[in-house]
């Protein structure tokens, strides 16, 4: 995978050993287990750990603007995502697209159900210090506004790292972290065909990603 380094020309080669997607990783512990809750009600099992760590296989990720997708029922997340190579730490924009008819019964299965697009432009920061709560994230389908709203209410990166060092033990090699996600402005998924998603950085780059689904043919 071949990511730009927003403002300076270097180019990354970078080949995953790993990629995690981490769920519930909202700063509101309350909250959090509350929505938990909900999801328990409607049928969606609960997460073995706070944040849930689901470890996925790299392959699914991609910066391509066209991804098939296995059904009509999937839809897309704006994430903040953090890249580790050669020792470095990026931050890059990319969506959770799930299968949302397969998450009422089985999460890790959903998520690894759908390819993992990743914009191919990143931004190198320092994990303790970068600006994290100023970073404004929001995401479009098919032209519609669907999220908007600063990480602030998203845990710090390094915490987040710390975290999964904790759950999945050391990793070495690079790493792909997709670090969570933002309430849908509307509350409801939609399962739209054309999706925009950015990562605004204070004093920074904007890092857009778009991409366009596609069902499977059988």
Not at 132 to 152: E, T
Request: aromatic letters at 6%; one cysteine or more; charged letters at 25%.
């Amino acid at each position: 995978m071949r990511l730009h380094v927003a403002g300076t020309g270097e180019v990354l080669t970078v080949d995953p050993r790993r990629l995690v997607v981490a769920g519930y990783t909202g700063r509101d512990e309350h909250a959090v287990a509350e929505h938990i809750a909900e999801l328990a009600a409607i049928g969606v099992p609960e997460p073995a750990t706070v944040p849930a760590f689901y470890d996925l296989d790299p392959g699914l990720l991609t910066t391509d603007p066209v991804v098939e997708v296995g059904g009509p029922a999937t839809s897309g997340e704006v994430e903040p995502v953090v890249v580790r190579h050669d020792g470095r730490y990026f931050l890059g924009v990319g969506s959770d697209h799930t299968d949302r008819d397969l998450e009422r019964t089985d999460i890790a299965a959903a998520k690894a159900g759908c390819p993992k697009p990743i914009g191919g432009s990143v931004a190198e920061v320092d994990l303790s210090t970068v600006d994290w709560d100023r970073i404004v994230v929001d995401s479009s389908v098919d032209g519609w506004p669907y999220q908007r709203g600063p990480l602030s209410a998203l845990r710090r990166p390094d915490e987040l790292l710390a975290r999964l060092t904790a759950v999945l033990g050391e990793t070495t090699g690079d790493l792909v972290v997709f670090c969570g996600t933002l309430p849908l402005l509307s509350g409801q998924f939609v399962y739209g065909a054309y999706w925009r998603t950015h990562v605004e950085l204070p004093g920074g780059p904007t890092l857009t990603h778009a991409y366009e689904t596609k069902q499977r043919s059988e």
